[in-house]
Nanobody, 116 residues
Framework: QVRLVESGGGLVQPGGSLRLSCAAS????????MNWYRQAPGKERELVAT???????NYADSVKGRFTISKDNAKNTMYLQMNSLKPEDTAVYYC??????????WGQGTQVTVSS
């Protein structure tokens, strides 16, 4: 059974940092593209960052230079280090796993709120 469990969300002041984690199980983690998405109230879900099976990374323009995606294949865990957070980063953040042939799995999401 595939499971993706996010953690690390919370309330943080503008300019602060958070580190999200996504613990994966039930599939070959190292062979999947792993992604972080987010969805703000009233907006569509958007792709934030991707890390490929080979470890290459890609970011949305809105988070470049502030967010860092990484993974630990030995722990079947993906991370999103978020620095210099802005109120517009407020959203539910979702972990996604996408297989080479297009199977997609989602976590339940973790709330990130950036507010003073």
């Amino acid at each position: 059974q595939v499971r993706l469990v996010e953690s690390g969300g919370g309330l943080v002041q503008p300019g602060g940092s958070l580190r999200l984690s996504c613990a994966a199980s039930g599939f070959i983690f190292s062979g999947y593209f792993m992604n972080w998405y987010r969805q703000a109230p009233g907006k569509e879900r958007e792709l934030v960052a991707t890390i490929t099976s080979a470890g290459s990374t890609n970011y949305a323009d809105s988070v470049k230079g502030r967010f860092t995606i990484s993974k630990d294949n030995a722990k079947n865990t993906m991370y999103l280090q978020m620095n210099s957070l802005k109120p517009e980063d407020t959203a539910v953040y979702y972990c996604n796993a996408t297989s080479p042939i297009g199977f997609r799995f989602w976590g339940q999401g973790t709330q990130v709120t950036v507010s003073s």
